[in-house]
């Protein structure tokens, strides 16, 4: 675990330091940041973002949307069911100095005006109301242009034990999802019996996808690998081909499950390969999710609007083609695979974004949080489990139950990083990037007809090459000579770098 404390001392955690600053926790419970995680990361995602978090009474729900209030840019409004618990909170809640505001019945118009005013002015981050309150129109319509990053629905459970009976402004709380369109819904409740599950599945998410987060974090029968990659949809190609299916690969944005998808099916030369995500019309998802839910040997290239909504059990490889935004998605859109208990894979694809510094003007906690998964992506020496484990705050306890390093397999150096090197060790400054990447190939009528290292790559399509040749040099791997009588040619770096 050295190698991977270094990594976290060099990244500030900005979760880990808010929770130890502002409300005096030395640790946060690994299910606490998944839960935290899902509802950071819904800001900057495509899709909006759902869960269903199930934690027993005293496990620290409040803290899963008090805590992420502080780093939204919009207001999180939080749902509770009694009076009692909404004047608790916003007590607590003045406790930790984050400021809030109530809207519940019996309230004055200028109470309620000052504290919409207080919302606008961004003076206020935490709204509390009840069911009952959002039924007014015009204080759902002054909170929906509000633009509300989170909705938290506590004790969710009462959508089915009270929504039948006296409480029938629960059964209307999915309208008011709809309205209110945050970026994060969350449902929290200690009841998880299928028939309360199946009532939030229809009532709050309307059977779209949703993420649960519950129980051990850790997931024994999957087996971690990462892949270091210079040129990722290679390397994609060669793992669904070999990996066991069914198999997910994971993409960050609609266009990119398209391109990949497209690609795949002319590569493999198979019809075996469909796309997801949130922007198709439901008859399209309803359509592929039956074809992959019944496949046995289906690839499904997929954004994380792929999720529990649409269950397959018996998914035996996720492959993320490109690193997600934090350890907590990882370990969420990985466990998708294995299901069944049965054994299973998750593998990243580490490529050339996974070697790179933070980007300039990035939120700094989101890329925090970024850098963090990046240095598992990198990092060498450790366990995968434990490295995963230890990004979550948690510990391995006991021998690991199966990941590339323990079992000796792992994957140090990105394919084709050594000959395309050692060709331009060989040959310095007397390619560009286009002929380089031509000689590495081979092609017949060259002259002349052999070159030192040529036809290297000789089994690599010519785009990969390419791929790999402008990877490995916005990586420092190898220069482009700037300016003189060899400007545009390629050498090996004075000093490469060691990540890729």
């Known amino acids: 675990m050295q190698d991977l404390s270094a990594n976290l001392h060099e990244v500030c955690d900005p979760v880990a330091a808010s929770a130890r600053e502002r409300f005096g926790l030395s640790y946060l419970y690994p299910l606490q940041r998944l839960a935290i995680a899902n509802i950071l990361d819904a800001e900057c995602a495509e899709e909006p973002m759902r869960q269903l978090v199930l934690l027993p009474t005293g496990a620290g729900k409040s803290l899963c949307f008090q805590l992420p209030a502080l780093f939204l840019s919009g207001p999180s409004i939080v749902v509770y069911p009694l009076l009692a618990l909404m004047a608790d909170q916003q007590r607590r809640l003045e406790e930790l100095s984050i400021p809030s505001v109530m809207f519940r019945g019996g309230q004055s118009e200028e109470e309620r005006r000052a504290a919409c005013e207080a919302l606008r002015r961004r003076e206020a981050k935490v709204a509390i109301a009840n069911p009952e309150v959002l039924g007014n129109e015009d204080l759902l319509g002054f909170l929906a242009d509000l633009s509300p990053s989170h909705l938290a629905i506590d004790e969710a459970h009462c959508v089915t034990e009270w929504g039948e009976t006296f409480r029938p402004a629960y059964l209307r709380l999915g ?17 998880a019996s299928p028939e309360v599950v199946s009532a939030l599945e229809a009532a709050l998410f309307h059977r779209a996808p949703y993420r649960l987060v519950v129980g051990n974090p850790d997931r024994p029968n999957l087996f971690y690998a990462v892949v270091p990659s210079l040129a990722p949809i290679r390397s994609l190609e060669g ?27 002319e590569r493999l030369a198979t019809q075996e390969v469909r796309f997801y995500h949130a922007g198709l019309e439901r ?18 290239v997929a954004t994380c609007a792929y999720g529990l909504g649409v269950d397959k059990k018996n998914i035996r490889t996720v492959v993320h083609y490109e690193a997600p935004s934090s350890v907590e998605a ?96 060989r040959n310095p400054r007397r390619f560009g990037a286009t002929e380089a990447a031509e000689r590495l190939r081979g092609r017949p009528g060259l002259e002349p007809p052999q070159v030192p290292g040529g036809e290297a790559l000789s089994s690599w399509r010519l785009e990969d090459i390419a791929a790999a040749i402008g990877a490995a040099t916005g990586l420092g791997i190898i220069t482009e000579v700037a300016r003189g009588p060899w400007k545009g040619r390629l050498a090996p770096a004075r000093r490469s770098a060691r990540e890729a």
């Open 239 to 265: 793992l669904v081909r070999e990996l066991p299916k069914p198999l997910i690969v994971f993409c960050a944005s609609r266009k990119g499950t398209e391109l990949v998808a497209e690609t795949l099916c």
């Open 283 to 300: 008859a399209e998802k309803q359509s592929v999710e039956e074809w992959f839910f019944a496949s046995t040997t289906g690839v499904l």
């Open 330 to 425: 990882y370990l969420q859109e990985a466990g998708r695979a294995g299901r069944d208990g049965l054994p299973a894979l998750a593998v990243l694809i580490a490529g050339p974004e996974e070697g790179k510094n933070s980007r300039e003007n990035a939120d700094a906690a989101r890329e925090a949080r970024r850098a963090a998964f990046r240095a598992y992506a990198r990092g060498s020496g450790t366990c995968r489990r434990a490295a995963l484990l230890g990004l979550l705050g948690a510990s391995l306890e006991g021998p690991c139950a199966g990941c590339d390093r323990c079992v000796g397999k792992a994957i140090e150096e990105a394919e084709g990083r050594a000959e395309l090197v050692e060709f331009l060790r």
């Open 175 to 191: 309208a008011i999802v709809e309205r209110l369109a945050p970026h994060a819904l969350s449902a929290f409740t200690a009841t």
